[in-house]
């Protein structure tokens, strides 16, 4: 059995939100697709309003602090990735264009990505084709075919789900873990300075 990781990028504002509801529905029925063709999974959140001061530190100084570093990593370093925002003015919020504003524009080439995105009102329902594929494409990431809006009533029905939501989520975790599933796992890059002693250790030898 391959252990394949996942990483889960939400941009919700509230807490709790729809949007964290949204990627953690995904994410669950991911996991079970993915064990259901014989692979194991680990999962890593990243919350985007944790990062927030942090993504506007990056884009002024060109520079990613520990923690900021440490969610870019978990992305980049996922074999596949599950996305979810928030729409606002009728598109991705800004919170989540930031963070993929800055990683490296090569560093989400050929991972598989569940999009995912929440709004009050079926309107905005387009937003994952006009506004959200266009951004995975142009980082060369293979998006799943199903993307997943949900407004408000998609959480009226039993169990606090509407059954096309549900459908749409088990369909869209389907074709992403078909994608993980068959691809070589992503080698971890290894840091070179992981080993490397503190100056205090080196002067303790003299």
Known sequence: ?????????????????STRLLADRLTAATVAALR?????????????????????????TGFANESLRAAIDTVVGADGLIAVTPVFSASYSGLFKTFFDVLDKDSLTGTPVLLGATAGTARHSLVIEHAMRPLFAYLRAIPAPTGVFAASEDWAGAGGVDGELARRVDRAAGELADLV???PSVERPVDPFADVP???????GH
Not at 198 to 204: A, D, N, T, V
Request: charged share 30%.
């Open 1 to 17: 059995m391959t252990t394949r990781t996942l990483a889960v990028v939400s941009a919700g504002l509230s807490t709790p939100s």
């Open 36 to 60: 259901e063709r014989g692979d194991d999974a680990t999962v890593e959140v990243v919350e985007l309003r944790a990062h927030a001061r942090d993504l506007a530190d990056d884009l002024v």
């Open 198 to 204: 503190s100056f205090e250790e080196l002067l303790r």
């Open 181 to 183: 599933a068959g691809r």
